[in-house]
């Protein structure tokens, strides 16, 4: 999905500029915190921040000098291909310059900037600064269908060579025109590309399907094959992929519409059926079973618009049904609602260096943030701009239903949670709740049908552990001291299992305000099975200002030192703390030592 630009000043004298930009873009100014008035947000630190938007996938607008962008992203390019736009801005508003992405979508950024300021978009792409276009970036609602030549082509008609343009793209209108055997041959069809041929296809179609629950996709696939061979159609000429909403979580459909890189949409009965009077095969055992006379004829007719008309009509196989409709042009708006996504993430202990881009890049594309607000404050300028919606500690399965209920109705959701989202957070809840019927404590079916993923975090566990040095070197377990969810009895079985097993412990939800004693009896149990001078390992806060870490014996740990934003480190028998210069730092040994002392016997000997 397209992502909404970030545009930052550095400096008191390109702040007047970047009002105009973000206004112009309909978006937040960011501004460097103590040099910049009247921004809407402040960051610290431009390369920093420049560095995050980009791994977030958020094209970066700079109002600077363009060595701070480029110092900025510079560590970060791998893929051209995928990466989003940077366009830097000068401090008067007179030069704008894509730095990147220029043929992905930085060149149409900055030409829209420039003419808000009335400055100068410096392009310096040959297509579009010799030829006024891109061969490999063409306008919306069009497809390059054969992405291997454009390059060779491209540089043709730079060289020289005149365009043969077979079929009708206004867009393409500015080429100088040639024929013959020196001339660069354009194809404009809904046919499949001839060999060797530039070719561009208009997505003036929609593919209508459905299916039987649990239809195999390669047999949805192979029906579609047939359909486009039988129309004479490129997939390239699609819009998307309609269909039902009860089939939004169908794995053919879903696999069908990856496989082909167009968007799912789906429409409700209700919708299907305002289409009846246009259907050529409408089925009374399909209205039955579903609400409306037809899927596949009914979704390709409301994909493709009012005017559109059926070019194939229902073909079927044992499980699937298809249908091509097209529209009289180009399908400029997609219609029908997404399947809904529900993004369940872990943002790590708090600072955006500890947390992974991939988390970045799904907060930065969700249309609504949900989480415990303190969670949410965290993502800093991510946030910025999105609804969200906060609830308290407490209200863990309000939370989640909301997040589901919200992601049914079509929308791309984040549920935000601090660490790792499946550690303690609220992973399991969300899932425990998909995996019960409405009437039973469930959510909706609507809910039950969107797309989850979960994205894995830095965990508090290992944030200790780090900071630490390498207590998990050995084989270690987490424990929550939290009864309210889990009985007493079981946390005390687990705690007896874990001393005997000599494992180092992770305790989570150490203590609360009401709870005090179970860290105490933890301590008790462990000292029956490790030396006293176990070393325990106490850290608050962790990746924040007020981090705090701290070593304890075993035997001296105290309940009053730790708190709800402790995590308590206990070690083995066999974990040490190694002095150096700097201070302790605490790791468990694996083994080597073995090795290692054999290895000094043997040189030994042999000496």
């Avoid at 070719?199 to 209508?208: C, D, I, K, S, V």
Wanted: aromatic share 4%.
């Amino acid at each position: 999905m397209a992502l909404s630009p970030v545009v930052m000043a550095v400096s008191a004298s390109g702040a007047p500029v970047a009002r105009r930009v973000a206004d112009a873009l309909g978006v937040p100014m960011f501004g460097r915190a103590g040099r910049v008035a009247g921004a809407d947000e402040t960051f610290d630190d431009a390369l920093v921040f420049a560095r995050e938007m980009f791994a977030a996938g958020r094209p970066v607008v700079g109002v600077c000098a363009s060595g701070i962008l480029i110092r900025a992203v510079a560590p970060m390019l791998a893929d051209k291909r995928a990466e989003p736009p940077v366009v830097a801005v000068s401090d008067d508003g007179a030069v704008v310059v894509p730095l990147l992405g220029g043929h992905r979508g930085a060149n149409r950024l900055a030409q829209r900037i420039a003419a808000a300021l009335e400055g100068v978009a410096a392009v310096t792409t040959a297509g579009e600064v010799s030829l006024g276009l891109s061969l490999d970036e063409p306008p919306e609602g069009w497809v390059l269908g054969t992405p291997d030549l454009a390059k060779d082509a491209m540089a043709r008609l730079l060289a020289g060579a005149g365009a043969d343009v077979r079929g009708e793209a206004a867009w393409l209108d500015g080429l100088a025109r040639g024929t013959g055997a020196g001339a660069v041959r354009i194809d404009v069809t809904d046919a499949p590309a001839e060999a060797g041929v530039l070719t561009f296809h208009p997505q003036a179609y929609a593919l209508g399907v459905g299916c039987s629950r649990d239809c195999p996709p390669e047999e949805l696939a192979g029906l579609v094959r047939a359909v486009l061979d039988e129309a004479g159609v490129a997939p390239g000429a699609l819009r998307g992929v309609f269909s039902i909403d009860v089939k939004a979580d169908e794995g053919a459909v879903n696999k069908l519409a990856r496989e082909l890189g167009l968007p799912l949409r789906v429409f409700t009965a209700e919708e299907l059926e305002a289409e009846a009077g246009r259907l050529a095969t409408p089925s009374e055992v399909v209205f039955a079973e579903v609400g409306c006379h037809g899927v596949a004829e009914g979704a390709a007719l409301a994909g493709a618009g009012a005017e559109a008309v059926l070019v194939v009509t229902k073909r079927k196989t044992a499980n699937a049904t298809c249908a091509l409709a097209r529209a009289p042009g180009v399908i400029a708006e997609l219609r029908g609602r997404p399947r809904g996504r529900l993004s369940v993430v872990g943002i790590g202990p708090g600072q955006a260096a500890w947390r992974t881009p991939e988390v970045s890049r799904l907060v930065s594309e969700a249309e609504e943030l949900v989480g415990y607000g303190l969670y949410i404050d965290l993502l800093g300028p991510l946030a910025l701009g999105k609804a969200r919606s906060d609830f308290p500690l407490g209200g863990e399965e309000a939370r989640c239903r909301y997040a589901l209920e919200r992601a049914g109705e079509g929308r791309d959701v984040a549920l935000v949670c601090s660490g790792d989202a499946g550690i303690y957070a609220m992973g399991a809840l969300v899932f425990e709740l998909l995996d019960r019927d409405a009437d039973a404590g469930g959510v909706s079916q609507a809910a039950r049908r969107v797309e989850v993923v979960c994205s894995p975090g830095v965990s508090a566990l290992q944030g200790a552990a780090a900071r630490a040095g390498a207590p998990l070197g050995h084989d270690f377990c987490a424990i929550s001291l939290s009864d309210l969810l889990t009985p007493r009895a079981d946390i005390l079985r687990r705690l007896h299992a874990a001393a005997e097993g000599d494992f180092v412990i992770a305790f989570y939800n150490p203590v609360s305000k009401t709870r005090r004693t179970l860290l105490a009896e933890a301590r008790d149990i462990l000292l029956q099975h490790r030396p006293a001078d176990t070393p325990v390992m106490l850290a608050s806060n962790l990746g924040r200002v007020e981090e705090q870490v701290r070593y304890r014996r075993l035997d001296q740990l105290e309940v009053d030192e730790v708190d709800m934003l402790t995590v308590v480190l206990v070690g083995s028998s066999n974990s040490r703390l190694a002095k150096l210069g700097e201070g302790p730092r605490m790791y468990t040994p694996r083994g080597y030592a073995r090795r290692i002392d054999g290895d000094l016997s043997g040189k030994a000997v042999s000496e």
